[in-house]
């Protein structure tokens, strides 16, 4: 397609399940991003993939939160043992990539909201 | 401390009046860019403008433009002609050098235009 993809679009899960949301970014995007996005605030970043390599993770706010680009291509961002505290919208975005010094907008999905019961 | 602020959490406009949103920003870093996104309430992010931090001149893209005031560290969006559609979250969003590939984002401003 021609923007980025995510699914499911709304996730309900029960306290301690885990959990697989999936991010499709524009083809031939290099830059991958993963935001978490709580209700009434800006998206906070959590991590970051550059095609297969994921660069940066400093933003994952516990070992639960694992991603994963192992093609290059399509990710999955897995929650495990899910908290009440997971509930969020989570946003996938993709660049083109990113030079030192060169900037790129970041193109968002639609998001996958997220319920923890 | 925060690297973007924006300090109106909501904002009323007439129809096809002229909005100014604020946003200031936090950076030691000389390269830097500045990006606005919209987002209605069916939660896409849209990408509106870019202003990097040593274009010398304000970025314009249709009815957005951004008021940039580099001794200031301000990045106004200005909306001309708003319209209907322009009601949505408004956030402002840097990227310097020490962010490394990530994006901060503000709070954001939700804009509800009157007709």
């Known amino acids: 397609g021609a923007g980025v993809s995510q699914s499911p679009r709304y996730k309900v899960a029960k306290r301690g399940q885990d959990v697989a949301l999936r991010c499709d970014p524009i083809s031939g995007h290099v830059s991958l991003f993963w935001y978490q996005q709580a209700l009434g605030q800006g998206p906070e970043f959590l991590t970051y993939f550059q095609n297969e390599a994921q660069l940066d993770k400093s933003g994952l706010p516990s070992d639960r939160f694992f991603a994963e680009r192992p093609e290059g291509s399509v990710s999955t961002l897995k929650i495990q043992r899910t908290q009440q505290e997971d509930s969020a919208v989570y946003l996938c975005?993709?660049?083109?990539?990113?030079?030192?010094?060169?900037?790129?907008?970041?193109?968002f999905g639609d998001g996958t909201r997220l319920s923890i019961l | 401390a925060q690297k973007i602020t924006q300090t109106q959490p909501g904002m009323f406009v007439q129809e096809k009046e002229a909005v100014t949103l604020d946003c200031t920003y936090d950076?030691?870093?000389?390269?830097?860019?500045l990006f606005w996104y919209k987002q209605p309430s069916s939660g896409e992010m849209i990408f509106l403008i870019y202003q990097g931090s040593y274009d010398q001149q304000n970025a314009t893209e249709g009815r957005y433009s951004l008021n940039f005031q580099k001794a200031r560290k301000s990045a106004n969006l200005v909306i001309s002609a708003s319209q209907l559609g322009d009601s949505a979250m408004y956030f402002c969003a840097m990227r310097d050098s020490a962010a490394g590939n990530q994006f901060y984002f503000g709070t954001g401003t939700s804009l509800t235009v009157i007709p």
């Open positions: 975005a993709s660049s083109l990539y990113l030079e030192q010094g060169r900037n790129q907008p970041q193109h």
């Open positions: 950076t030691s870093d000389p390269s830097y860019g």
